[in-house]
């Protein structure tokens, strides 16, 4: 499994704000080959089949709470610029004929958490933003090869089935709902062959 979650402090203007984040991805894959080497009428005969079968799902989630200075005012915890000032320069080089303050991420970040340990900071919902999506990967093969004085004989078969799914929320009417939707294919392919010194032949 690979993750990366990250944590982003946020002030608007309007609003203080903090986001815990995440886009997982969970990978599994296993498989299996086998062979045999029995005689088939006097002559060597060498058999294999084996399977295969992978997933990957990917998501995006997160958990944000916010408050407004008016609200962080109620509980007693009045809330300023200059609480998170950063008196560090202007950083480019465009004049724009006036000076502002840049806010400090750390700053913003050490009130956020006290605010939300605090009660403060209130759930804002996020169902916009998640997504979940997966592929799974099934297949099989077999193939056989016969030893002949003049050549071989190879006959093989291979089948897959892959399926496709996502979730994710929409509107149903009034109400935000999550919906599914998936998609699954399944294709095979079949050979054999004849082989010689001097000539061969194909057919699939």
Same mark, same amino acid.
């Given at each position: 499994?690979?993750?990366? *979650?990250?944590?982003?402090?946020?002030?608007?203007?309007?609003? $203080? =704000?903090?986001?815990?984040?995440?886009?997982?991805?969970?990978?599994?894959?296993?498989?299996?080959?086998? %062979?045999?080497?029995?005689?088939?009428?006097? =002559?060597?005969?060498?058999?294999?089949?084996?399977?295969?079968? #992978?997933?990957?799902?990917?998501?995006?989630?997160?958990?944000?709470?916010?408050? !407004?200075?008016?609200? $962080?005012?109620?509980?007693?915890?009045?809330?300023?610029?200059?609480? $998170?000032?950063? @008196?560090?320069? /202007?950083?480019?080089?465009?004049?724009?004929? /006036? *000076?502002?303050?840049? @806010? =400090?991420?750390?700053?913003?970040?050490?009130?956020?958490?006290?605010?939300?340990?605090?009660?403060?900071?209130?759930?804002?919902?996020? &169902?916009?933003?998640?997504?979940?999506?997966?592929?799974?990967?099934?297949?099989? /093969?077999?193939?056989? *090869?016969?030893?002949?004085?003049? +050549?071989?004989?190879?006959? %093989?078969?291979?089948?897959?089935?892959?399926?496709? #799914?996502? #979730?994710? @929320?929409? +509107?149903? +009417?009034?109400? &935000? *709902?999550?919906?599914?939707?998936?998609?699954?294919?399944? &294709?095979? !392919?079949?050979?054999?062959?004849?082989?010689?010194? =001097?000539?061969? !032949?194909?057919?699939?």
């Amino acid at each position: 499994m690979a993750a990366t *979650t990250r944590k982003r402090p946020r002030y608007t203007g309007t609003t $203080i =704000s903090t986001t815990d984040a995440g886009d997982p991805t969970f990978a599994y894959t296993a498989k299996f080959d086998i %062979g045999r080497d029995p005689d088939m009428m006097g =002559s060597p005969l060498r058999v294999k089949f084996g399977g295969l079968f #992978s997933s990957r799902t990917k998501k995006h989630e997160e958990k944000l709470y916010g408050a !407004t200075p008016a609200q $962080i005012t109620v509980f007693g915890r009045p809330f300023t610029f200059d609480q $998170i000032r950063n @008196f560090k320069p /202007y950083q480019a080089e465009l004049a724009l004929g /006036y *000076t502002f303050n840049y @806010f =400090s991420k750390d700053a913003v970040d050490r009130i956020a958490n006290e605010y939300l340990k605090a009660g403060i900071l209130t759930r804002i919902d996020t &169902n916009a933003n998640y997504f979940r999506v997966q592929e799974e990967i099934l297949s099989g /093969y077999a193939m056989g *090869t016969w030893d002949q004085d003049w +050549g071989n004989m190879v006959v %093989g078969m291979r089948v897959e089935r892959r399926k496709n #799914s996502g #979730s994710a @929320f929409g +509107g149903v +009417g009034a109400a &935000n *709902t999550l919906l599914s939707a998936s998609t699954a294919t399944l &294709n095979g !392919t079949y050979s054999r062959a004849a082989t010689s010194p =001097s000539a061969s !032949t194909t057919k699939t």
